[in-house]
Nanobody
Framework: QVQLVESGGGLVQAGGSLRLSCASSGLTFSRYTMAWFRQAPGKEREFVAAIRRTVDTTAYADSVKGRFTISRDNAKNTMALQMASLSPEDTAAYYC?????????????????WGQGTQVTISS
């Protein structure tokens, strides 16, 4: 049974930082491209960042580029999202996702497994 469990969400002030983590089990983590998506209230889920299974390439949404950094540790079966310079527009539930393969894709339907999400709230 595949499980992706996010942690690290919380309430921070604008300009602050947070680090999200995603712990995986039940899959061969190093085979999967991993990604973060987010969904704000009343909005569709959107791509945030992705990292290839080979750890050599990453992709970011324009809205977070330069502020967020995605990383992974294949030995520990974990992924992280370091977020800085946070603004209220970053408020959302953040989801960890996994897809089998090495393509960096931004489409929701391309991902096979999802976590339950962790809430990030940025106060102004």
């Amino acid at each position: 049974q595949v499980q992706l469990v996010e942690s690290g969400g919380g309430l921070v002030q604008a300009g602050g930082s947070l680090r999200l983590s995603c712990a995986s089990s039940g899959l061969t983590f190093s085979r999967y491209t991993m990604a973060w998506f987010r969904q704000a209230p009343g909005k569709e889920r959107e791509f945030v960042a992705a990292i290839r299974r080979t750890v050599d390439t990453t992709a970011y949404a324009d809205s977070v580029k330069g502020r967020f950094t995605i990383s992974r540790d294949n030995a520990k079966n974990t992924m992280a999202l370091q977020m800085a310079s946070l603004s209220p527009e970053d408020t959302a539930a953040y989801y960890c996702a996994a897809r089998d393969g090495n393509l960096l894709l931004r489409e929701i339907h391309a991902y096979d497994y999802w976590g339950q999400g962790t809430q990030v709230t940025i106060s102004s």
